[in-house]
Structures are given as structure tokens and as C-alpha cells.
């Protein structure tokens, strides 16, 4: 399968995403990964070219849902997720495109 823009994996299925910046993030957008959060052992969101910071309001509510977010740049963001699932970790992440 290909995609082609921002992606969204979650551990079962791989999908597109709409976001395509961190200033169009909303609690919306993670609503697939809150549903899935208590099966998760890590989020990634990979930012784009760089790592920024999510917006702290957006980052607390997604941590009251039960979702912990370690931000990086797009590319560290799929380096770290095939790490992580070679390990067998349950990761899922958000992948902002490039």
C-alpha cells in the first residue's frame, strides 16, 4: 500500500491523515490513537521536517485520554517506530509529511 502525505499507523491498520502541520493538530485528529491508547506502549508523532513541541493544552488532554506523545522529526519518527516494532513493542504514530 502506498500513501502519499501524512499517515496515521496504529498497530492494526494504516490509514491517512489529514493534518499536514503541527498548527492543524486538534484533539480530533488523535481520536483513532485515544481509542487505542491502553494497548499502546509508545506514541510517536513525527513533526515534519523538524521537531517542534505539541501545543501544551492539545498535550495535556491527550495525556488525561491516556496518551503520552514523544514528538521528533518526521524522520526520527519512522526510525524509532521500526525500531520499536522490530522489538515488539505496541507502537502506533502519526507521521506529519515532509
Known amino acids: 500500500m502506498e500513501f ?18 503541527m498548527d492543524a493538530l486538534t484533539l480530533d485528529s ?3 490513537v ?5 494497548a499502546l506502549d509508545v506514541f510517536l ?4 521536517e523538524r521537531m517542534e513541541l ?11 485520554g491516556g496518551l503520552t506523545v514523544d514528538t521528533m522529526a518526521t524522520g526520527s519518527a519512522c526510525r524509532s517506530y521500526n525500531v520499536l516494532v522490530t522489538e515488539g513493542r505496541s507502537v ?3 507521521f506529519i509529511a515532509i
Not at 6 to 12: A, E, N, R
Not at 34 to 38: E, H, N, Q, S
Not at 45 to 48: A, D, K, Q, R, T
Open 45 to 48: 508523532l513525527g513533526c515534519g
Open 4 to 21: 502519499s502525505g501524512s499517515v496515521l499507523v496504529l498497530p492494526d491498520a494504516t490509514s491517512a491523515w489529514s493534518p499536514k502541520s
Open 92 to 94: 502506533a504514530a502519526a
Open 34 to 38: 485515544l481509542a487505542v491508547a491502553d
Open 30 to 32: 488523535f481520536a483513532p
Open 54 to 64: 505539541l501545543n501544551r493544552d492539545l498535550r495535556l488532554a491527550l495525556r488525561e
